[in-house]
């Protein structure tokens, strides 16, 4: 069991519990990102499922666990955001190279590029979307992935390298329109009633899970009628949330759940990590860094570029929001405006050692969140989007005094 969670003892306790028929149906998986808390989930879900008394093996080769693994089993439900590209990325590097090598782990990342794509397109199950404006064309979409994922599964033979490239970046592209112009920041309620309709549907063979990512960025209304389900979950379906900040998730489900914990692993251990998922001997930092060593634009110049834009508004200047636009090639995807927000919320952490500093910072977060919706939910280009945050930022450092500086 688990014998692809690596360098995580929690999953002697989630073993010990699956055994002894323990597991309640309702649990969280709580640490860092990039800890394998969805990696445990999955398992946790082929495992609950596998047909053969000898529970668990990895190599288990019954009709549900090959769907489990291959990610295409009609009882799992995969909910809440996710940056997927990165991944994704890294892992048709991974498999390109293998081919191109003919090396002897071309199955496995194979299997790697293939699920990194399915832990996207399972987050748009006809059934959490039913009823939602735009699925006609997510099912569209969602169509062209899995004929081209269709050309690269197993069994069928790869076609020549040249052609598997071209199928490759065809799916990266599908893939990174479906995140970057669908995917919701926030699971809406809609979805969780779609969800709960289907929970209590009993399953023809096998156990059904749910697993939930990012529950701590559920909104109140969302939480609140999740409450109702982990109540009295059914007992033939096992929820699964993911958090990396338990604090952040209600009291009131917290007391509905079991926690797992995943300890924060050293840098050697990532390393590890690396290695055996990735095949990458070379990159020396942690997982995150390396996936993030994936984006068009450097983290390094978009910090910079972040650092420009909010030095700016600290010396009363006015930035060339164009030039920063276009060194972040429009922000596409979507991420990297992430991280250039994280940048500027982390230049003004300066201001909270004063009452009047702190109240600044409050609002200041609130413009960051305002622009970050301005862009992913009304459309906004980037360009006028911060010229608004622009103008209510430096408007916000008069009012205050001009409690806001440089870094």
């Known amino acids: 069991m688990f014998e692809n969670l690596v360098n995580q003892d929690v999953k002697k306790n989630i073993i010990s519990d699956i055994r002894g028929n323990t597991l309640p149906g309702a649990i969280l998986f709580s640490g860092d990102e990039a800890s394998g808390k969805l990696t445990a989930a999955l398992e ?10 000898t529970q668990g093996k990895w190599m288990c080769e019954c009709p549900s666990c090959l769907q489990h693994k291959a990610l295409t089993c009609s009882n799992l439900m995969l909910m809440g955001p ?6 994704i990325s890294a892992s048709k590097e991974s498999f390109l190279t293998a081919l191109k090598n003919n090396d002897s782990y071309l199955a496995a990342t194979r299997y790697l590029f293939l699920r990194s794509i399915r832990k996207l397109t399972l987050r748009f199950n006809g059934i959490l979307w039913q009823g939602e404006k735009d699925y006609n064309k997510i099912a569209s979409l ?51 009633r779609n969800m709960e309709e289907w929970a209590h549907i009993k399953s023809e063979e096998g156990k059904k899970t749910v697993i939930i990512e990012n529950a701590e960025r559920m909104a109140l209304g969302v939480r609140n009628a999740l409450l109702k389900i982990l109540e009295e979950p059914p007992a033939d379906c096992q929820f ?37 998922v990735f095949h990458n001997e070379t990159f020396d930092g942690s997982i995150n860094d390396f996936l993030l060593s994936y984006l068009e634009v450097s983290p390094e110049i978009i910090k910079e570029e972040a650092k420009i834009f909010y030095n700016a ?8 929001i164009s030039d920063i636009v276009s060194k972040c090639k429009n922000f596409y995807p979507r991420l990297e405006l992430k991280l250039f927000l994280k940048n500027i919320a982390a230049f003004q952490r300066q201001l909270m050692y004063t009452q009047n500093g702190a109240e ?48």
């Open 44 to 53: 946790t879900a082929r495992i609950l499922s596998c047909h053969v008394r």
């Open 82 to 87: 996710r940056d997927c590209s990165l991944e």
């Open 142 to 192: 969602i169509d062209s992935i899995n004929e081209n994922l269709e050309l690269l599964d197993f069994p069928r033979e790869l076609p020549d390298y040249a052609d598997v490239e071209k199928i490759c970046e065809e799916l990266v592209k599908e893939a990174l329109k479906l995140e970057n112009d669908f995917l919701y920041d926030s699971i809406p309620v809609s979805q969780i």
């Open 240 to 276: 699964i949330l993911l958090t990396s900040n338990r604090n952040a998730i209600m009291q009131t489900i917290l007391s509905r759940v079991r926690t797992y914990s995943f300890i924060s692993r050293s840098k050697i251990q990532q390393k590890d990590v690396i290695n055996r």
């Open 313 to 320: 508004i600290c010396n009363r200047k006015i930035p060339d």
């Open 360 to 407: 600044a910072s409050s609002e200041c977060m609130k413009l960051l969140r305002e622009c970050w919706d301005n862009i992913t939910l009304y459309n906004q280009t980037p360009v006028s989007a911060f010229e608004i945050l622009l103008r209510d930022i430096s408007h916000l450092n008069i009012v205050r005094e001009g409690v806001f500086k440089p870094v």
